[in-house]
């Protein structure tokens, strides 16, 4: 049951990846019920899929792409209220080598993240799990790498501006631009 | 490596990622030793990559995700299994109807002496014997005991052939001209025929099978019964055929 020509099962898929794929739902959508209903609607879509599967070696950010695509469905039925999007933002500010940042809090790092847009938000996440480079994103989100660079510059600008409480993080502008709801 | 380009390079490092090659690292680290601000820089970027990655990944998971995932699976899995069954189920039931629909669409109607009597009537009983019949009236050297060559005979002789529906069976009617005689080849299939010879009631006639030309890509099975101003009789076969 579940067998495909690669041998791999949705149960092995679970075993090993769940706790990545739920800590990527958590962070994509800022909420721990979501996150464990997109984990669950993300192997459940994999279940269904698994002879689309090809290279089992990929199997993470195949899984990766499938809760991403289902988070942003779930996102266009219930757009977001506001969310930052940099955009429009200009160059962010170099960091303040005078404060070094030794700790952050998880729910410092979430409101921050839950303000960002989608689009920014993701490469940053999958940024700092480091199991993806810049070309894994840029094929997770379908876009140029130099895109993904450019977002990844910019929503880290961003992040450490308000982690940092930085006076030149451009946060007024960045509200300013919120999306309307 | 300047400055510029190494805060360029700083940017998209990753101590553990493969971003930079191998001679960029090399480069960067050389110059981040020996310049104090970029040093700074870096060491500051990377405490802030470290403080941020913690953070990221310091995700509680909650208690019992694994098996209600696992539960999950199981479920759609023995769900599918029951789907395929019921379509196992519906293709099996269509199957079998398509068979019967099949079967009694073509099931092949068993035609029976009564239904060649019904259309030709047997010749009656204490009529002379049939060779001495046809002997007598056949052209002198009628290859009676060659099927083959009887109905290559008889067969330039048709003078009608249509198709004959007795109760609802279809049967094959060939009417043949002989001199003075005429006789009636009742086509039906093969199989139908040997049972037919095979249950020849006792008519004091009988009945002939000839054999196709071969290479005949059909077998069509005649029985034939001549009947001319004299009363009709049925020709009796030298010998009943064997197998198909």
């Excluded at chain 1, 989100?141 to 930085?166: E, F, H, I, N, Q």
């Excluded at chain 2, 060939?174 to 080849?185: I, S, V």
């Excluded at chain 2, 196709?212 to 004299?230: K, M, N, R, W």
Aim: charged residues 20%; aromatic residues 8%.
């Amino acid at each position: 049951m579940g067998l495909y020509g690669h041998g791999l099962t949705v149960q092995a898929l679970v075993e090993a990846h769940y706790t990545a794929l739920y800590r990527y739902a958590y962070r994509l959508a800022g909420a721990a019920a979501e996150a464990e209903d997109l984990t669950q609607e993300a192997f459940s879509k994999a279940f269904a899929k698994l002879g689309q599967l090809r290279d089992p070696s990929r199997a993470k950010p195949w899984l990766f792409s499938i809760l991403r695509n289902a988070y942003l469905h779930r996102r266009r039925e219930r757009k977001r209220a506001h969310e930052v999007s940099l955009n429009d933002v200009g160059d962010v500010p170099e960091p303040d080598n005078g404060r070094p940042l030794s700790d952050v809090e998880p729910e410092q790092l979430q409101a921050v993240l839950n303000d960002l847009a989608e689009d920014f938000r993701t490469p940053l996440i999958l940024f700092y799990f480091e199991d993806f480079s810049y070309r894994d994103i840029a094929e997770q989100m379908d876009v140029p790498l130099g895109t993904v660079m450019s977002r990844l510059a910019r929503a880290k600008g961003y992040l450490r501006a308000r982690l940092t409480g930085a006076e030149t993080a451009p946060e007024g502008d960045i509200h300013g631009r919120r999306s309307a709801p | 490596v300047n400055c510029e380009t190494a805060r360029l390079l700083l940017a998209f490092h990753r101590p553990h990622g493969p971003e930079l090659g191998p001679d960029e690292a090399r480069a960067l680290g050389e110059h981040v030793a020996t310049c104090a601000a970029c040093g700074a820089r870096a060491r500051h970027d990377q405490a802030f990559d470290q403080a941020v990655a913690a953070a990221m990944n310091a995700v509680p998971i909650p208690i019992g995700l694994r098996e209600r995932l696992l539960a999950r699976v199981t479920n759609l899995q023995s769900a599918r299994g029951r789907q395929w069954a019921v379509y196992a189920a519906a293709a099996a039931l269509l199957l079998a109807v398509g068979l019967a629909v099949f079967r009694f669409a073509t099931r092949e109607e068993r035609v029976t002496w009564a239904d060649l009597h019904a259309l030709v009537p047997p010749a009656p009983r204490g009529g002379p014997d049939t060779p001495t019949y046809m002997t007598d009236r056949l052209p002198a050297g009628f290859p009676l005991d060659n099927a083959v060559s009887a109905q290559l005979e008889l067969r330039n002789t048709i003078i009608a052939s249509y198709v004959q529906h007795q109760d609802g069976k279809r049967i094959g009617v060939l009417e043949l001209m002989k001199g003075n005689n005429r006789a009636t080849a009742f086509l039906v299939p093969q199989r139908n025929a040997r049972s037919l010879l095979t249950d020849d009631p006792g008519y004091p006639g009988g009945t002939v099978m000839l054999r196709p030309p071969e290479g005949s890509p059909t077998c069509v099975v005649v029985l034939i019964a001549l009947h001319g101003s004299d009363p009709h009789v049925f020709l009796r076969p030298p010998q009943l055929p064997t197998g198909g």
